[in-house]
């Protein structure tokens, strides 16, 4: 161990009596100091604003494009630098000759340089050192734990830069051919995960072998076993590999040794790597703060109910419109889409299972291939995308397995129990395609758990769940494409008809009732009103005007306003009113929190203002009221209001105020508190509601829906998978404070370290 601290300080002292490691820790402070000041100028200039802040600690150094991010992306050009000359100089002055002769091991000759370039790469480290302590004393609750993550990544990233330039420069006596070997072989390893990903098993290896983006988790705040050990693997792989070229060289082993030798390394490197990517051998660790990297605590809840045996099945469709997200080589990518469900429960099997068959979102189809077979569009489309049609099932070869029609014939998959359970994992019409936590958690709580039950009344001139009309309920009811949807958050949607001898079915949780037109005949109500005796949840939606209504609301103790509610704006119909989540809202669901947060509102077109009466027994809780801000009231005269426009009429009773449009009821009914959830305006949450003509950000009439149920099925559904609020929201730098940090750490730190290393090189060149 003495040997190899010799050399490492012997080759410490050669490095810093050259220009180049001073050169390096200069630029390096320069562009750091740099990022790392451009990020507090945006943090400082968003609170002098009124913005506000939140995860500055991640903001400043983990995020997309925070200091650790950047760090990462240019470190790869300062290594190779350094390492260039460790063997390349001992090779072409010929010193090698005295290393060989001398009583060290050639162990202990990459041992003593590899040792210090590990101690160079700390120095580096310090210099991020003097950002984090700076965070740490003008970050509120800065999150520590997390930062230390991230230079625990980048110094693991240094270290292994560092044991492949030493073997590139153990390979040729020129510090240029080093230096570029080195940028080529990083290179290679950052393209390894495009390679031959369509190769079952093989591009496992090589996409674990990857160096491209491994910091990213633990820069992130997550340790996991696998990325440690990835740079564990990669130094000791390489650190061996230039061992046995200085002993080749000593011994003048004959060209086969040497490269049997070489290839049993990477062998054993590939199988251990091979090893510790898979799950069930992988460990985690969240350092952050709110545990953002992790499941929720429900979530987590879930998947410990899921014993037994788990298989995801991804059936990708050739002529789909989706089908590359689960092609051969993106396979690994999407896996780690499930990376995180996975983690909980590691023995989960996933397959991929390939096919064409005529889905219903490709319409480009019909307009390329025109009076073409199925066979011939998919023979073309493989051909195209240069992949083998013999993988894919025929339309007949897949029915046999699964029907998929139900489907659409999209990239789905399918979620079987070990006990035979099955759920479907769908991707969805929106910017984020594939199921969120919510939605994913959701599916896995439908297999371990009764969930809500709800039953849509119809036959009295209720919406529709199954109609295409703008007035419908299609779109959140049963949807499967719109990832609010009921069916999509864990429920099971039915259409309920009363009449006749017609029966409420067993198991119905909730009862929707939309904006009835015609009254209920004797036997309808009289089990409806059965239902609402025994403690039965509802969610009553109504139109202003509508008598049918209005009397059927009076049993709760609620009543319209008279006429409709109007709020004008320029270039808006003045009937539509915005809409916001009350104080009080937020104890009913979380949703309405994060709404509240994030200044979201709910658009009304005609919608009536209720008036509640506690004479009924139940307890009332606004949940939207009209924005108070805006000038508001009921509007009795006018009707047409797209060409006349509506002025306030005190003498014909109309009033402004802030009006109440979502209330939510509850009582005690034996032993169960009933909840009923009632809106003053039916088409908000219709199909056509769901984009209020509202020229004005934040529109959120989906998050209604979530809201409602969340509360209706007293928590069950959807899953709350809400977070805690970061504590690092405030930051006591100044404008003036910011600039003074400029001038440290841009000009100052580099300048004191150019004029020390001006003086030490001029010193050492006098001698």
């Known amino acids: 161990m003495r040997r190899i601290f010799k050399i490492a300080k012997a080759e410490l002292f050669t490095l810093f009596y050259s220009p180049i490691a001073w050169m390096i820790l200069v630029v390096f402070a320069f562009q750091t100091g740099m990022s790392f000041v451009e990020h507090l100028q945006e943090i400082v200039r968003a609170k002098n604003v009124g913005f506000g802040n939140a995860f500055i600690t991640a903001s400043i150094f983990s995020g997309n494009l925070g200091l650790f991010t950047t760090v990462q992306g ?295 291939y025109k009076d073409k077979t199925l066979a011939e569009m998919a023979n073309k489309e493989a051909e195209i995308r240069e992949l083998d049609i013999n993988m894919f099932l025929t339309p007949e070869q897949i029915k046999k397995q699964i029907n ?138 109504l139109k202003p005007g509508s008598p049918i209504m209005e009397s059927f609301i009076a049993q709760f103790g609620v009543k319209t306003i008279p006429g409709q509610l109007v709020q004008p704006k320029l270039d808006v119909a003045a009937n539509v009113v915005m809409a916001v989540p009350t104080a009080a809202a937020e104890k009913v669901a979380p949703i309405f929190s994060m709404m509240r947060e994030q200044r979201k509102y709910v658009g009304m077109v005609k919608s009536a203002g209720l008036i509640f009466s506690p004479e009924k027994g139940f307890t009332a809780v606004p949940v939207l009221q009209t924005v108070d801000t805006m000038k508001t009231w009921n509007e009795l005269q006018t009707i047409d209001f797209v060409n006349d426009s509506a002025s306030l009429d005190a003498a014909s009773g109309e009033k402004a105020d802030s009006f109440v449009t979502a209330y939510a009821l509850s009582r005690k009914v034996g032993d169960k508190e009933q909840r009923i959830m009632i809106l003053g305006d039916a088409d908000c949450i219709s199909n056509g509601g769901m984009n209020p003509p509202i020229r004005r950000y934040g529109a959120s009439n989906f998050s209604l829906i979530p809201g409602m149920f969340h509360w209706l099925s007293y928590g069950t559904v959807p899953v709350d998978v809400s977070r805690p609020r970061s504590s690092d929201n405030d930051i006591t730098l100044t404008k003036e404070g910011v600039k003074m940090l400029k001038y440290l750490l841009m000009w100052a730190i580099p300048g004191i370290l150019i004029i020390g290393s001006t003086i030490l090189l001029i010193r050492r060149k006098r001698k």
């Open 74 to 368: 240019y470190l790869y050009l300062y290594i190779p630098l350094l390492t260039m000359g460790l063997m390349s100089r001992e090779l072409s002055s010929g010193s090698i000759k005295l290393l060989y002769s001398s009583p060290v091991t050639s162990a202990q000759i990459i041992y003593g340089k590899f040792t210090a370039m590990m101690l160079y790469s700390l120095m580096l480290i310090g210099i991020l050192l003097v950002y984090v302590v700076i965070g740490m004393c003008t970050v509120e609750h800065f999150d520590l734990p997390s930062v230390f993550s991230g230079l625990l990544s980048l110094y693991l990233l240094m270290c292994a830069y560092a044991a492949i330039g030493l073997f590139m420069s153990c390979l040729t006596s020129y510090q240029v051919v080093a230096a570029l070997g080195t940028l080529v072989l990083l290179a290679a390893l950052s393209y390894m995960n495009k390679v031959w990903q369509d190769i079952n098993f093989v591009r496992d290896i090589t996409y674990w072998l990857s160096i491209s983006g491994r910091c990213n988790e633990m820069i992130g705040g997550l340790i996991c076993s696998e990325d440690v050990l990835y740079f564990v693997i990669v130094i000791a792989m390489f650190l061996t590999l230039s061992i046995q070229k200085l002993q080749a060289g000593r011994t003048h082993a004959s060209f086969a040794t040497v490269w049997s030798k070489y290839s049993l390394v990477v062998f054993l490197a590939m199988l251990l790597g091979y090893v510790t990517s898979r799950p069930v051998f992988m460990a985690y660790y969240d350092t952050t703060e709110t545990k953002r990297n992790t499941l929720t605590p429900n979530s987590q809840a879930i998947m410990a109910k899921l014993d037994g045996d788990l298989t995801i099945t991804t059936y990708v469709n050739l002529l789909d419109r989706e089908y590359y997200h689960g092609i051969p080589s993106q396979v690994n990518e999407d896996k780690e889409r499930l990376k995180q469900y996975i983690r909980f429960k590691p023995e989960t099997k996933l397959k991929y299972v390939y096919y064409y068959d005529k889905p219903t979102n490709n319409p480009r189809l019909d307009f390329v």
């Open 404 to 541: 998929l029609e139900d489907e659409g014939n999209t990239f789905v998959r399918l979620v079987e129990r070990g006990n035979g359970q099955k759920a479907w994992l769908r991707i969805y019409d929106d910017m984020m395609k594939f199921p969120d936590e919510g939605e994913v958690s959701a599916m896995f709580k439908r297999m371990v758990m009764k969930l809500p039950k709800i039953g849509f009344l119809q036959g009295q001139g209720e919406r529709s769940i199954e109609g295409d009309r703008m007035k419908d309920y299609t779109l959140f009811s049963s949807v499967k494409t719109f990832r609010y949807a009921l069916t999509n958050q864990g429920c099971d949607v039915v259409s309920l008809d009363l009449t006749g001898d017609k029966e409420i079915p067993k198991g119905i949780d909730i009862i929707v009732i939309s904006d009835m037109k015609e009254a209920m005949d004797t036997a309808t109500k009289k089990k409806l009103d059965a239902y609402i005796a025994s403690g039965g949840n509802l969610a009553i939606s």
